[in-house]
């Protein structure tokens, strides 16, 4: 570990060739394409409509980086692209590529040395916060695979916490909806409430009407900060979105949060939360790079800084709880 070696600069330099290699081999169909069993290159080149010498080199690059396996019968899926990049199987997040590799987010990072220097993202108008931001509705659209494990276990959590009988919800920042729609599909007697920006909504109300929950489902469209949020819910979701923001703007939210709560009610707030070291675990320590990038003020908060934002608006009790399946934590803010 401590040995001088310069394979790290060359694995770390050249990192976009996977992500270029992932997200053709998600794009060209290669995952579901071998669902059914190993092939040679030149099958999966006649199956997916390409060259043979490009799926060949393409399969030893996905074989090299592990989502291949290489015999004498030709590629085979690993267990991870079988269960979430074949198509046919019911946990598939290859759309995730749409938002997490999208070109838009990728041309951010040929300037990182501009964020730096300036201390935030080099995006128009404070970038993903701003309602013009374009890629929300993509994320709405893809990104609801990779939060089915958070999604089931916050409506565990709510169906826990809450007695029988009627339940209002406020899903803070809904996107695609999943979660609310996941506590709704749970709680017979749930009544959610959407909020996002308005063509976002579009895609949440779909996710609504195909989980048979419409009924219950009603949006509140605009800008968080500024919509009124109305009053007497038992669980207001914060579920990736508080890491957008400054911690001035994450208290104000807050304590309009609180005061829409019911007294005894909870704010359930899911986020990458690193430890205090702010360097591990990496997927949450890292993420604090996206928010240099796509945000003015925005950071992977610690939860010291959640419990001092949540104290400074009111909430005098705050849980740490981690997510099984998820690198996402969340907090648990009890308005007592
Ligand atoms: N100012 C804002 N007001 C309301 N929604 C916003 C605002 N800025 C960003 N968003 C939404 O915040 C969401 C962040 S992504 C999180 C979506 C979902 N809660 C999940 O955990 O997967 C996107 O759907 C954005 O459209």
Redesign the pocket.
């Known amino acids: 570990m401590n040995e001088p070696n310069p394979v790290i600069i060359f694995e770390t330099l050249n990192a976009f060739q996977r992500t270029g290699a992932l997200k053709a081999a998600i794009e060209l169909k290669v995952f579901t394409v071998l669902g059914a069993g190993p092939l040679p290159a030149t099958a999966i080149a006649t199956a997916t409509g390409t060259s043979e010498r490009g799926m060949r080199i393409l399969c030893d690059y996905l074989a090299v980086i592990g989502f291949l396996e290489k015999s004498v019968d030709g590629y085979s899926l690993t267990p991870t692209a079988a269960v979430f990049l074949d198509q046919k199987s019911a946990s598939y997040m290859g759309s995730v590529a749409g938002f997490v590799a999208a070109d838009a987010i990728m041309d951010t990072y040929r300037d990182v040395a501009g964020a730096v220097r300036k201390g935030g993202t080099l995006l128009a108008n404070g970038g ?4 013009g ?1 374009e890629l ?1 509705v993509e ?2 659209k893809s ?2 695979p ?2 089915k494990p ?1 999604a089931h276990f916050i409506a565990d959590l709510v169906a826990e916490k809450h007695d029988a009988g009627p339940l209002r919800v406020l ?6 909806g ?2 609310g729609i996941t506590i709704a599909e749970r709680m017979p007697d749930a009544e959610i409430v959407a ?3 308005e063509r ?1 909504l579009e895609v949440a109300n779909e996710n609504a009407k195909l989980a048979g929950v419409h009924d219950r489902y009603t949006l509140l469209p ?4 500024a ?1 009124e949020f109305g009053e007497n819910y038992d669980f207001i ?5 508080l890491h ?1 923001f400054g911690t001035d703007t994450c208290i104000t939210l807050l304590k309009k949060v609180r005061a829409a709560l019911k007294p005894g009610g909870f704010a359930v707030t ?1 986020d990458f939360i690193p430890n205090e070291d702010r360097v591990t675990p990496a997927v949450s320590a890292t993420f604090a790079l996206t928010m240099l990038m796509s945000t003015d003020q925005g950071d992977a908060y610690t939860f010291a800084e959640y419990e001092q934002m949540f104290a400074a608006a009111g909430f005098g009790n705050n849980r740490l709880i981690d997510v099984p399946n998820s690198p996402s934590r969340l907090v648990l803010s009890c308005n007592a």
């Open positions: 993903s916060t701003n309602v931001f929300w994320f709405a990104m609801a990779m939060m958070a899903d803070i920042a809904a996107g695609h999943l979660f909020q996002d920006f976002v605009g800008d968080a900060m919509v979701l914060l579920t990736n979105f957008h899911l």
